[in-house]
């Protein structure tokens, strides 16, 4: 089964550990388990030193809260889908929004676009 024909809730159960680890890795700034289930195409535009430079100027994704984000939905667009999600911070009052973009690379899950804000 494709991964656009799956259920929100499907989709979700498999987008909520990758969402997770993108936290912690985010938290601890380590690039290896930050980027570990990109698709190649975000790993070419995801350089150690950017990433390094965002983690230092921006207290957002180095302070994400583990256990405080629910996921919206999904939206299915083309070959991918996205999960939105309502994000805390640790340190910064207030709510953000993450999106999460999935697709396959061969046949596994990965991600296509990360942000949050």
């Known amino acids: ?8 809730k499907d989709i979700i ?17 380590d690039y290896g388990g ?12 995801a350089n150690e ?3 390094g430079k965002q983690w230092a100027s921006n207290d957002l994704i180095s302070n994400l ?3 405080r984000f629910e996921a919206f939905g999904c939206l299915r667009r083309g070959l991918y889908v996205t999960v939105l999600y309502k994000q805390t911070s640790t340190k ?8 999460l ?3 396959l690379e061969g046949d596994q899950v990965k991600v296509f676009g990360a942000t949050i804000f």
């Open 13 to 29: 159960e498999i987008a909520n550990p990758i969402w997770i680890n993108l936290i912690k890795s985010s938290n601890m700034k």
């Open 92 to 99: 910064l009052p207030g709510d953000f929004l993450g999106r």
């Open 65 to 67: 809260s583990e256990e």
């Open 1 to 8: 089964m494709s991964l656009l024909d799956k259920s929100d």
């Open 49 to 51: 030193v950017e990433l």
């Open 101 to 103: 973009v999935l697709g």
């Open 34 to 45: 930050f980027t570990k289930d990109f698709s190649s195409q975000m790993l070419y535009g």
